[in-house]
C-alpha cells in the first residue's frame, strides 16, 4: 500500500513560482516510476512531468518544457516539481502518481492508466 499526500499549491500572479511536493509512504519508493498529472476543470487528467525510479529518465509535457523541473529524493521519500514562469493555463488541480507494478524498470510513464496510486491533489491557481 502506498500513500501519497501532496503539497505546495497556492494562489500567485502570472510569472511566479511554486514548488509542489509529494510525500510517499512505504519502504519501497525508490523502486518506482513517479509522475505529476494536472487536470482542470472540465478537461482530462493529463501528465505534466514523469521520472523513472532512479531518475535518470524525466519526462515533460511539451507544455511545460523549460519552465517545469521534476525531480526525486528516494532518502526521503519525497518528488518534487518546480513550476517557473507560471501561465493562468497552468491552472488546476495537481496530482502526484505512483507506479507501483514494475520496480526498478528504468522507465517513464505519462498516461493516467499507468499509475495505480494517487494523492488527493494539490491546487494551483494562477492569476493573470
Known amino acids: 500500500q502506498v500513500q501519497l499526500v501532496e503539497s505546495g499549491g497556492g494562489l500567485v500572479q502570472a510569472g511566479g513560482s511554486l514548488e509542489l511536493s509529494c510525500a510517499a509512504s512505504g519502504r519501497t519508493f525508490n523502486r518506482y516510476a513517479m509522475g505529476w498529472f494536472r487536470q482542470a476543470p472540465g478537461k482530462e487528467r493529463d501528465c505534466v512531468a514523469a521520472?523513472?525510479?532512479?531518475?535518470?529518465?524525466?519526462y515533460y509535457a511539451n507544455s511545460v518544457k523549460g519552465r517545469f523541473t521534476i525531480s526525486r529524493d528516494n532518502a526521503k521519500n519525497t518528488v518534487s516539481l518546480q513550476i517557473n514562469s507560471l501561465k493562468p493555463e497552468d491552472t488546476a488541480l495537481y496530482y502526484c502518481a505512483a507506479r507501483t507494478t514494475e520496480l526498478w524498470d528504468g522507465k517513464v510513464y505519462y498516461t493516467t492508466q499507468e499509475y495505480d496510486y494517487w494523492g488527493q491533489g494539490t491546487q494551483v491557481t494562477v492569476s493573470s
Open positions: 521520472i523513472s525510479w532512479s531518475g535518470g529518465r524525466i
